[in-house]
């Protein structure tokens, strides 16, 4: 009997599958391997060797081993199936995320033509024998384009029906890249009649489905860029094709070579010199001044030729080297030493440096500005003294830059960066190199919880309250609850820092399960920012104008710009205005995927005044874009009223209102990149930039001394919305963005504009009063049974046809009602808070429960019932500890 082994696949699917080892295959549990799947070829991880074979079921076998020894230690892989467990996630898609290694493996789409495309194919040639064609003679055979003579035959497929057992068949309607003639009895440019036309589809899609049956007819298989380049083929009518089931997809995976290289002009010295040109002797001295060699990317950015270049090489005086490319960490250079402790920090450091070798989970909580970092830095240093590695966290890649520069300074050349701005390539390669032990010290995004770092001692969660951290695609994990439970496995210490803990954290430190850290004081004694409430519904009363900053703002800011101090302005919504409303009918100019209004955007060179036809609306969600029109759509009124202020049109009133200002903006339009943000901070520190406004992005853990003045504009908007965790994200925002303020010598000032001034989560963040709020906070959750007083998931149910999501809610739900799982409560099925996404519609369930064994083994239920009445796992999204409901 052959030697079997189980495959976990990156597909919607909560099992592994059995496979069959050729001869010479060992792989390994751990390792990659390349299977078949339906049509296709997919990478897959090694879960158990030498299973029973299963009977009855005809095995394929292996396509091919990609390692000879396992990439996921039995550390990593045991993480692995507690997440799937956990998080009800299929164990492939789980093991997916833990190697970023694509760019190490090279998938190619291919598309071949079914037996169910050659009928019909079949049957449209059928049709075209039986009309009259005046350019053909009485066997239908082609006679040419006119004098002219010019035909191409297709090739059908041996045996295919109706085309002619192997034979060749001329295509009188079509030239061999499946073009139209069109010199028929039916008119210029004009169709043949189709046995089958798809009402739904236009004359042009049509065609483009017969272009790619007639590129398809010979039966081979036709790689997707060369069948799209071929017939003019779009994504969707070739996703058309195969729902029809016309044609098939296949893909195939090879290994390829994922090493960076770059290339280095280097100068010859001992190389006679002939006579040369201007241009080459300009290579030459540009080599001859860099010590003898230069990147080619550098001499092409100075404006040399490289066809001069290759002439200087074949002529023996410059030779070409390809090298392994450097990587660049980056970062923005500290301003100070990070290893300066007072005696706070340095009890942190001991708690922490003590605790190292075994499982011990810490809340570091420091009010901000009270040397989190220093202390994160320092405990990687005793760490790494010990001969462990260190894992740390940072919640976006914003606070990357900075992190990644005092890492630099402490650690040089041992630091490895993970997260998504990276390309394939350089993903790959730091993984590797941590794998190796060449970089003990990871930093990075969520994704670096996974980094397969050997003998780590270390897990640091920086702002483990943020959102960031959890993942809001399958699987949806929160890696600060996965970095304790891999702490856990990995018998290391694992601490969770933030001046605003989550109420989840708060609550383990208060039963014990996390041991305590407080650091109560900023570094050297400088004092927290003074908080200005500035009530904007009395501003409203006083001065009968509907403005996006208060006098008080304004006012503190001017005054701030004139000491030559720098301000920060929170306006916590993308673009212009967030919402486009006709005065007239009311109509909502929606987004034509989403149910949600396009935001409107301007040009950075264009002025603050009214819209103008042709400025740009945008759908966050999907990326859909329209031009804002002169008219509303539906009535045809032009009264078109935008509604809300976003950080676009914050930044052009500062313009106005602070002409000399060096106003700088940070959001998602601007920060499209590391290296957009790099610079962008880099400035920012520099002086450069003394005014900023932006989002959310803003807020975190930036450390910029010369910034004494914080503006909070309309952080409250939250609090009206559906979500039970509104107060704590109100207060954990205001708290964090009035943290940027008085970190260096000079004190803060913070300037709070809310319609909310009565809140208890603004007041308590007025205050820095974290003890009051996380009291009053805890109290209503517990009357609740809202987390951490119990658990919740969130099942989401969607289709992109609204019949089948109303069809599959309501029978989840009915079977919730019938099946009544013990300890649980169920809400819903209802329509989501936004009904639509990417032209998806989502209805979805909310469960509650005291016990989490409870709600897993109704959730479990719950899948297995889904199965078993035809609602496909793909349409279904379960979200344990939910963080967004939306």
């Given at each position: 009997m052959p030697v079997c082994c189980e495959v976990a696949l990156p597909v919607p699917l909560d099992r592994v599958f059995t496979y069959a080892v050729g001869e010479g295959q060992l792989p390994l549990r751990g390792a990659r391997v390349v299977v078949p799947f339906r049509n296709e070829k997919l990478i897959g991880v090694v879960t158990a060797v030498g299973v029973p074979t299963p009977k009855d079921v005809e095995l394929r076998a292996l396509e091919a081993v990609l390692d000879s020894e396992p990439l996921l230690s039995e550390q990593l892989l045991s993480l692995a199936e507690w997440m799937a467990q956990y998080y009800l996630a299929p164990l492939g898609e789980v093991l997916r995320g833990m190697l970023p290694l694509m760019a190490e493996v090279r998938r190619t789409v291919y598309y071949r033509i079914t037996d169910l495309g050659r009928d019909v194919l079949a049957d449209c040639l059928d049709e075209i024998s039986e009309v009259s064609h005046p350019f053909a003679d009485e066997t239908g055979e082609w006679m040419g384009h006119g004098e002219s003579g010019n035909s191409q035959a297709s090739k059908a497929r041996p045996g295919a029906p109706g085309i002619g057992g192997g034979s060749e068949v001329s295509y009188p309607f079509a030239d061999g890249t499946g073009e139209w003639m069109g010199h028929s009895a039916f008119g210029a440019g004009k169709r043949p009649p189709e046995k089958k036309r798809q009402g739904k589809l236009s004359a042009e899609e049509q065609d483009l489905e017969h272009r790619v049956m007639l590129k398809l007819a010979s039966g081979e298989a036709v790689r997707v860029s060369t069948l799209r380049t071929a017939t003019g083929a779009t994504l969707q009518v070739l996703a058309s094709l195969l729902r029809k089931k016309w044609i098939a997809r296949e893909t195939a995976a090879v290994e390829r070579d994922a090493r960076r290289t770059e290339r280095f002009a280097l100068l010859i010295?001992?190389?006679?010199?002939?006579?040369?040109?201007?241009?080459?002797?300009?290579?030459?001295?540009?080599?001859?001044?860099?010590?003898?060699?230069?990147?080619?990317?550098?001499?092409?950015?100075?404006?040399?030729?490289?066809?001069?270049?290759?002439?200087?090489?074949?002529?023996?005086?410059?030779?070409?080297?390809?090298?392994?490319?450097?990587?660049?960490?980056?970062?923005?250079?500290?301003?100070?030493?990070?290893?300066?402790?007072?005696?706070?920090?340095?009890?942190?450091?001991?708690?922490?440096?003590?605790?190292?070798?075994?499982?011990?989970?810490?809340?570091?909580?420091?009010?901000?500005?009270?040397?989190?970092?220093?202390?994160?830095?320092?405990?990687?240093?005793?760490?790494?003294?010990?001969?462990?590695?260190?894992?740390?966290?940072?919640?976006?890649?914003?606070?990357?830059?900075?992190?990644?520069?005092?890492?630099?300074?402490?650690?040089?050349?041992?630091?490895?960066?993970?997260?998504?701005a990276l390309t394939p390539e350089e993903r790959s390669e730091q993984w590797r190199r941590i794998r190796s032990g060449d970089a003990p010290i990871v930093v990075g995004t969520r994704s670096a919880i996974f980094a397969p770092a050997p003998n780590l001692g270390l897990i640091l969660v920086d702002e483990e309250h943020d959102q960031s951290y959890k993942q809001e695609e399958t699987p949806r994990y929160n890696a600060r609850d996965v970095a304790v439970m891999r702490a856990k496995l990995a018998g290391a210490v694992v601490v969770l820092g933030s001046a605003t803990p989550s109420l989840e954290t708060w609550q383990n430190s208060l039963l014990g399960k996390y041991a305590r850290i407080e650091i109560r004081e900023r570094v050297m004694n400088r004092p927290l920012p003074e908080v200005e409430l500035i009530d904007m519904r009395r501003e409203f009363q006083e001065t009968a104008k509907d403005e996006l900053f208060s006098r008080a703002l304004v006012t503190q800011t001017r005054e701030a710009l004139e000491r030559g101090e720098q301000a920060l302005i929170l306006l916590n919504r993308r673009g212009y205005s967030f919402a486009v409303i006709c005065r007239a009918c009311g109509e909502k100019l929606e987004c034509q995927n989403c149910a949600i209004s396009l935001t409107h955007h301007k040009p950075p060179a264009e002025d603050a005044g009214p819209a103008r036809e042709g400025q740009r609306l945008e759908c966050h969600y999907c990326g859909f874009r329209r031009t804002v029109p002169a008219r509303c759509?539906?009535?045809?009124?032009?009264?078109?009223?935008?509604?809300?202020?976003?950080?676009?049109?914050?930044?052009?009133?500062?313009?106005?209102?602070?002409?000399?200002?060096?106003?700088?903006?940070?959001?998602?339009?601007?920060?499209?990149?590391?290296?957009?943000?790099?610079?962008?901070?880099?400035?920012?520190?520099?002086?450069?930039?003394?005014?900023?406004?932006?989002?959310?992005?803003?807020?975190?853990?930036?450390?910029?001394?010369?910034?004494?003045?914080?503006?909070?504009?309309?952080?409250?908007?939250?609090?009206?919305?559906?979500?039970?965790?509104?107060a704590e994200r109100v207060f954990q925002l205001m708290t964090q963005v009035s943290g940027r303020a008085g970190r260096g010598d000079l004190p803060g000032r913070v300037v709070v504009q809310t319609y909310y001034p009565d809140h208890y989560a603004i007041l308590a963040a007025s205050k820095h009063d974290y003890q009051s709020f996380v009291d009053r906070e805890l109290k209503y959750r517990r009357w609740l049974h809202y987390p951490p007083f119990g658990v919740l998931a969130n099942v989401l149910v969607q289709s992109q046809k609204l019949e089948e999501a109303v069809a599959w809610s309501g029978e989840i739900g009915k079977w919730f009602q019938k099946a009544a799982p013990e300890g649980v409560r169920v809400l819903g099925p209802c329509t989501a808070p936004i009904a639509r996404i990417k032209g998806t519609y989502r209805f979805h369930l909310i469960l509650k429960a005291a016990s989490r064994k409870a709600l897993n083994a109704a959730l479990r239920a719950m899948l297995a019932h889904a199965d078993a009445a035809g609602v496909p796992r793909r349409n279904l999204v379960v979200d344990v500890d939910a963080l967004r409901l939306m």
């Open positions: 010295p001992e190389a006679r010199m002939p006579a040369l040109t201007e241009k080459q002797q300009a290579i030459l001295a540009e080599l001859a001044a860099c010590g003898g060699e230069l990147p080619l990317a550098e001499l092409r950015a100075r404006d040399l030729p490289s066809s001069t270049l290759q002439t200087l090489v074949r002529r023996g005086l410059v030779r070409i080297d390809e090298r392994p490319a450097a990587f660049r960490l980056g970062g923005l250079q500290p301003v100070a030493a990070p290893f300066l402790l007072n005696e706070p920090q340095t009890e942190a450091l001991a708690s922490i440096a003590t605790a190292l070798g075994g499982f011990h989970p810490f809340l570091l909580h420091g009010v901000t500005g009270s040397g989190k970092t220093a202390v994160y830095l320092a405990a990687m240093q005793r760490a790494l003294d010990r001969g462990f590695a260190s894992i740390l966290l940072v919640p976006e890649i914003g606070l990357t830059p900075q992190t990644a520069g005092l890492l630099d300074q402490a650690f040089g050349q041992r630091v490895a960066l993970l997260h998504s759509p539906k009535c045809d009124s032009e009264h078109l009223y935008y509604l809300g202020a976003g950080s676009e049109q914050g930044e052009a009133r500062l313009g106005e209102i602070f002409p000399t200002a060096r106003i700088g903006r940070m959001d998602r339009d601007t920060v499209r990149g590391r290296h957009d943000l790099e610079r962008l901070l880099a400035r920012l520190h520099s002086g450069e930039i003394n005014l900023l406004v932006g989002t959310q992005m803003i807020a975190k853990g930036h450390d910029i001394h010369g910034i004494t003045l914080v503006g909070v504009v309309g952080c409250d908007h939250s609090l009206s919305m559906p979500d039970f965790r509104a």
